[in-house]
């Protein structure tokens, strides 16, 4: 197998990805129940840990599938059983002036490509690239931020607390 070979494989593989990854954000904002929206945020989140993992990245993509879907879409999940909103689907769940975001969205997109090829330009990864192994990848992010990661289990927790008190029958 020739190294080309296996780019275009990467290519064909993020090209699919990504195709799915748009498809399930466009279902995210266009579904009308709340909990659909939720799982086609998981099929999003699933493909970018499946991009990560075209990447190399294996422990990036464990940490997304562990975190995003693990821990927030189930928080996410339950917050949204345990409150007295309506499930199911919803007339006029939409706001009335939805197009005015379709120009600021495509200002949006065209700044962040802009500061993208300004900071970046053509640069390509140095082929000799230093590799971290997985146990170094956790030391340099569990070491010194194991504190904010802390702060945030017990703000996730919080809000557990909080949509099972805002359920509870009076």
């Known amino acids: ?5 296996v780019l275009v494989a990467q290519n064909v593989g993020f090209a699919i990805i990504a195709a799915l990854m748009i498809f399930g954000a466009l279902r995210v904002v266009t579904t009308n129940n709340v909990v659909h929206a939720a799982l086609w945020l998981v099929v999003v989140l699933a493909g970018a840990a499946a991009q990560y993992i075209l990447l190399a990245a294996e422990f990036v ?13 189930v928080l996410f999940l339950f917050g949204t059983m345990l409150t007295r909103a309506r499930i199911g689907a919803e007339k006029d769940l939409n706001n009335k002036n939805w197009y005015i975001g379709l120009p600021v969205a495509g200002l949006l997109l065209v700044t962040i490509l802009i500061a993208l090829k300004d900071g970046f330009g053509d640069e390509k990864m140095p082929a ?43």
Do not use: C, E, H, N
Not at 61 to 71: K, L
Not at 137 to 163: H, K, N
């Open 61 to 73: 993509a464990v940490t997304q599938v562990m975190v995003y879907i693990g821990a927030v879409m």
């Open 128 to 170: 000799d690239a230093d590799l971290f192994t997985v146990a170094q990848v956790s030391d340099l992010i569990f070491g010194p931020y194991l504190l904010p990661f802390w702060a945030l289990s017990f703000l996730l927790l919080a809000a557990v607390i909080g949509a099972i008190v805002l359920a509870r029958r009076d």
């Open 1 to 5: 197998m020739i190294a080309s070979d």
